[in-house]
């Protein structure tokens, strides 16, 4: 008990501390806001739910913002709320958001290389905590996570991207972008930023409608199977990317047939037999940033060195033929505005002569 | 060695066991095969028979596999995971049956010296800090787990000696002690790994898995467990003797110290490379013995080459559950042996209890 509510009153006074600190920013913020366009405090108050549909509500729009990985990160910079971001976990490396955030991304604070550490969450002095992946098994299972009532104590509002967190709880399969198209949104309410939630949602719409309309005459049994090959969870027992998965979602809109769009859940470990059992047209080499273009350009290499050097997978159709896709994890697996083009790259890649 | 050849095979010929191992011989060479050919009709992929038929037919007289997707299931993925399975299920038999008998205690396996630990603190280390995680197919992950292996080898010897002389108990704490050590440090790595993919890489080695198997991983364990076979045999008598008391060994005439010296080495080596092969698998090194002792008594001479073809049949039909109990997903090996085995030994223990 104890440990807990020391817990509670130091980010009581951080938090307090930064309410008063911040006045004159918020003033800022305020005004930049209105500037563009955004519903300010207007659209308060908001609420969201989480996976087990437990409501949150804000009374106004958060000051600072804490995220677990460069996923909610990136969308937060996106959205434009990114000076508002007071630190992240599994920090984005060198290369990993979009060039015009670089900058931005480099100067948040770090508050744990993967998982933040339970007491530096709660001391954070943010009011919201956002959680991309909070469902994962293994991050429970470290005992690092605070409960709700230590969430609650401390003043820190949890909420999720539903589509990555609740992947594995989702009832029906992933076919398109409306889950992380519905994240951007809630997170434009949440932040106050729902005009830009709606111009990026928007733009997003734009390009996966594209590719749509150009491949609307394929049907579904000429679609090319498709198998993304996660390399970095191992290549003794491969990864399935299932059906809850976002990457389900960007595979099918960029117009591939998930070879293990039959798995109900996110990822699953399967064996190399269920993989050559369906010989897949195309292989994604996904693997994840290295913190560089070089260092990249070796990942993928390596990735598709072992496709052709492994005797079960050698003589593969999609392997014999080179038909692989270098496409980084991140950009696939993880919820964000940039799954609009990986859909557009998938179905350029697949069907060459429909999406250019 | 005399009288103790002559004492040995005395007891052999009172309690009438040697047609009897003879008998049980027979039926595990049975088992085992009835068990290979179960592990190369059956898996995740329905392949009919007549197709596995083939596909093994074109396999052994060395033609070319046809080009579907069958030939790779059967050839190039299910017998030579069966026939890894096997060797690494024989190699396990022998180092527990030899481990016991060096630490004269029926409850050690090569987890007991630590030598496990060894084993996937290198492979794990190998992942996390990302080196060799792909390259030449894993071959780099194998190198690190024999080296790990090894290291911790070195380590519990070193502190074994300390003193003079190698005592079962200090081997035993030495062996604890450093594996808990390195346990520990592995699961420091296993949280900086963070993220659940990476983490099911490590998995592999933490519970064993024969998901890696080739062709060409055959040949180092199939050259180990056979030496490993004939330098046990060899000292079979010496093994029998050293389980009646360090004294009345040495009465008999063995060199006691230098043993435990060469089982130690032959445990150590051979336990390095059956985790490279196929991570730790847990549990069958300490049944495998205990049943086979069950049935064939204690005498090395009988007792080896049983628990060696036993801990074969064994591995193959729990490699097989763990490919085929699951739809759409693969358990990993350690799973399966401490379920299926933990029961199977309790119950056994039971019934000779009752029988007294």
């Given at each position: 008990?104890?440990?807990?509510?020391?817990?509670?009153?130091?980010?009581?006074?951080?938090?307090?501390?930064?309410?008063c600190?911040?006045?004159?920013?918020?003033?800022?913020?305020?005004?930049?806001?209105?500037?563009?366009?955004?519903?300010?405090?207007?659209?308060?108050?908001v609420?969201?739910q989480?996976?087990?549909?437990?409501k949150?509500?804000?009374?106004?729009?958060?000051?600072?913002?804490?995220?677990?990985?460069?996923?909610?990160?990136?969308?937060?910079?996106?959205?434009?709320?990114?000076?508002r971001?007071?630190?992240t976990?599994?920090?984005?490396?060198?290369?990993a958001?979009p060039?015009q955030?670089?900058d931005?991304?480099?100067?948040?604070?770090?508050?744990?290389?993967?998982?933040?550490?339970?007491?530096?969450?709660?001391?954070s002095?943010?009011?919201?905590?956002?959680?991309s992946?909070?469902?994962?098994?293994?991050?429970r299972?470290?005992?690092?996570?605070?409960?709700?009532?230590?969430?609650?104590?401390?003043?820190?509002?949890?909420?999720?991207?539903?589509?990555?967190?609740?992947?594995?709880?989702n009832?029906?399969?992933?076919?398109?972008?409306?889950?992380?198209?519905s994240?951007?949104e809630?997170?434009?309410?949440?932040?106050?930023?729902?005009?830009?939630?709606?111009?990026?949602?928007?733009?997003?719409?734009?390009?996966?409608?594209?590719?749509?309309?150009?491949?609307?005459?394929?049907?579904?049994?000429k679609?090319?199977?498709?198998?993304?090959?996660?390399f970095?969870?191992?290549?003794?027992?491969?990864?399935?990317?299932?059906?809850?998965?976002?990457?389900?979602?960007?595979?099918?809109?960029?117009?591939?047939?998930?070879?293990?769009?039959?798995?109900?859940?996110?990822?699953k470990?399967?064996?190399?037999?269920?993989?050559?059992?369906?010989?897949?047209?195309?292989?994604?080499?996904?693997?994840?940033?290295?913190?560089?273009?070089?260092?990249?350009?070796?990942?993928?290499?390596?990735?598709?060195?072992?496709?052709?050097?492994?005797?079960?997978?050698?003589?593969?159709?999609?392997?014999?033929?080179?038909?692989?896709?270098?496409?980084?994890?991140?950009?696939?697996?993880?919820?964000?505005?940039?799954?609009?083009?990986?859909?557009r790259?998938?179905?350029?890649?697949?069907?060459?002569?429909?999406?250019? | 060695?005399?009288?103790?050849?002559?004492?040995?095979?005395?007891?052999?010929?009172e309690?009438?066991?040697?047609?009897?191992?003879?008998?049980?011989?027979?039926?595990?060479?049975?088992?085992?095969?009835?068990a290979?050919?179960?592990?190369?009709?059956l898996?995740?992929?329905?392949?009919?028979?007549?197709?596995?038929?083939?596909?093994?037919?074109?396999?052994?007289?060395?033609?070319?596999?046809?080009?579907?997707?069958?030939?790779?299931?059967?050839?190039?993925?299910?017998?030579?995971?069966?026939?890894?399975?096997a060797?690494?299920?024989?190699?396990?038999?022998?180092?527990?049956?030899?481990?016991?008998?060096?630490?004269?205690?029926?409850?050690?396996d090569?987890?007991?010296?630590?030598?496990?630990s060894?084993?996937?603190?290198?492979a794990?280390?190998?992942?996390?800090?990302?080196?060799?995680?792909?390259?030449?197919?894993?071959?780099?992950?194998?190198?690190?787990?024999?080296?790990?292996?090894?290291?911790?080898?070195?380590?519990v010897?070193?502190?074994?000696r300390?003193?003079?002389?190698?005592?079962?108990?200090?081997?035993?704490?030495?062996?604890?002690?450093?594996g808990?050590?390195?346990?520990?440090?592995?699961?420091?790595?296993?949280?900086q790994?963070?993220?659940?993919?990476?983490t099911?890489?490590?998995?592999?080695?933490?519970?064993?898995?024969?998901?890696?198997?080739?062709?060409?991983?055959?040949?180092?364990?199939?050259?180990?467990?056979?030496?490993?076979?004939?330098?046990?045999?060899?000292?079979?008598?010496?093994?029998?003797a050293?389980?009646?008391?360090?004294?009345?060994?040495?009465?008999?005439?063995?060199?006691?110290?230098?043993?435990?010296?060469?089982?130690?080495?032959?445990?150590?080596?051979?336990?390095?490379?059956?985790?490279?092969?196929?991570g730790?698998?847990?549990?069958?090194?300490?049944?495998?013995?205990?049943?086979?002792?069950?049935v064939?008594?204690?005498?090395?001479?009988?007792?080896?080459?049983?628990?060696?073809?036993f801990?074969?049949?064994?591995?193959?039909?729990?490699?097989?559950?763990?490919?085929?109990?699951?739809?759409d997903?693969?358990l990993?090996?350690?799973?399966?042996?401490?379920?299926?085995?933990?029961?199977?030994?309790?119950?056994?223990?039971?019934?000779?209890?009752e029988?007294?």
């Amino acid at each position: 008990m104890r440990p807990r509510a020391w817990c509670g009153v130091l980010a009581a006074v951080a938090l307090t501390a930064t309410a008063c600190g911040g006045g004159g920013g918020n003033d800022g913020e305020a005004g930049k806001e209105g500037a563009s366009g955004g519903s300010g405090g207007k659209g308060f108050p908001v609420s969201v739910q989480d996976c087990s549909g437990a409501k949150t509500t804000f009374d106004g729009p958060p000051k600072k913002i804490v995220t677990s990985n460069a996923a909610a990160l990136e969308l937060l910079l996106w959205l434009g709320a990114g000076d508002r971001i007071a630190g992240t976990g599994f920090p984005p490396g060198k290369g990993a958001v979009p060039r015009q955030f670089a900058d931005q991304a480099a100067k948040v604070p770090v508050l744990g290389k993967t998982v933040i550490p339970k007491e530096k969450l709660l001391g954070s002095g943010a009011d919201v905590y956002i959680d991309s992946f909070s469902s994962m098994k293994n991050m429970r299972g470290a005992g690092d996570a605070p409960t709700p009532e230590e969430f609650k104590a401390a003043g820190i509002k949890h909420i999720f991207l539903k589509s990555t967190a609740c992947a594995a709880m989702n009832k029906s399969p992933r076919t398109d972008l409306s889950g992380i198209e519905s994240d951007i949104e809630e997170l434009g309410r949440v932040t106050g930023t729902s005009a830009r939630a709606a111009e990026l949602v928007a733009d997003m719409r734009k390009k996966t409608d594209g590719v749509r309309d150009a491949l609307k005459d394929v049907p579904e049994d000429k679609r090319p199977s498709y198998f993304l090959f996660d390399f970095d969870a191992g290549t003794k027992q491969p990864m399935a990317v299932c059906n809850r998965q976002v990457a389900n979602a960007v595979i099918t809109q960029g117009g591939g047939r998930n070879v293990f769009a039959d798995c109900d859940g996110d990822f699953k470990p399967v064996g190399w037999e269920d993989v050559v059992a369906k010989n897949p047209d195309f292989i994604q080499l996904a693997v994840r940033n290295r913190g560089g273009e070089e260092a990249n350009r070796k990942a993928f290499a390596e990735a598709e060195d072992f496709l052709k050097s492994f005797p079960a997978t050698k003589d593969l159709k999609a392997v014999k033929e080179g038909r692989f896709l270098r496409i980084g994890s991140e950009r696939t697996t993880i919820a964000g505005v940039r799954s609009a083009d990986t859909v557009r790259e998938i179905a350029h890649v697949l069907h060459p002569d429909k999406v250019k | 060695m005399a009288t103790l050849a002559v004492a040995a095979e005395k007891e052999e010929r009172e309690d009438g066991r040697e047609p009897r191992t003879f008998l049980v011989a027979g039926v595990l060479v049975v088992a085992l095969v009835v068990a290979l050919v179960a592990s190369v009709c059956l898996g995740s992929t329905r392949v009919p028979v007549g197709d596995v038929w083939s596909a093994v037919v074109r396999g052994v007289t060395g033609d070319d596999l046809a080009p579907g997707t069958h030939d790779l299931i059967v050839w190039r993925l299910r017998v030579p995971r069966a026939l890894l399975a096997a060797l690494v299920g024989a190699g396990l038999g022998l180092v527990g049956t030899a481990t016991q008998a060096l630490v004269r205690n029926p409850l050690a396996d090569p987890y007991l010296l630590g030598i496990s630990s060894g084993a996937s603190l290198g492979a794990v280390a190998a992942i996390v800090l990302g080196v060799g995680a792909g390259g030449a197919f894993g071959l780099g992950l194998s190198a690190a787990a024999f080296a790990g292996a090894l290291a911790s080898f070195a380590l519990v010897w070193a502190m074994a000696r300390r003193g003079g002389g190698f005592s079962p108990l200090r081997l035993v704490l030495a062996g604890v002690g450093i594996g808990q050590f390195l346990s520990g440090f592995t699961h420091y790595l296993v949280l900086q790994a963070g993220d659940d993919q990476q983490t099911h890489g490590v998995l592999f080695w933490l519970m064993g898995s024969l998901g890696g198997a080739q062709w060409s991983t055959l040949t180092a364990p199939l050259v180990a467990v056979g030496l490993g076979l004939a330098a046990l045999l060899a000292r079979a008598r010496a093994l029998d003797a050293l389980l009646m008391g360090d004294e009345t060994a040495a009465g008999l005439g063995v060199d006691v110290g230098r043993l435990r010296r060469e089982l130690f080495v032959v445990t150590s080596v051979l336990t390095g490379v059956l985790v490279s092969v196929s991570g730790a698998i847990g549990f069958v090194g300490l049944m495998v013995p205990h049943v086979c002792r069950m049935v064939v008594g204690g005498a090395h001479r009988r007792l080896l080459p049983i628990a060696a073809l036993f801990g074969a049949v064994l591995l193959v039909v729990v490699d097989l559950v763990a490919r085929t109990a699951l739809p759409d997903q693969e358990l990993p090996v350690g799973v399966v042996t401490a379920l299926i085995g933990a029961p199977t030994l309790l119950y056994l223990l039971d019934r000779r209890l009752e029988r007294g």
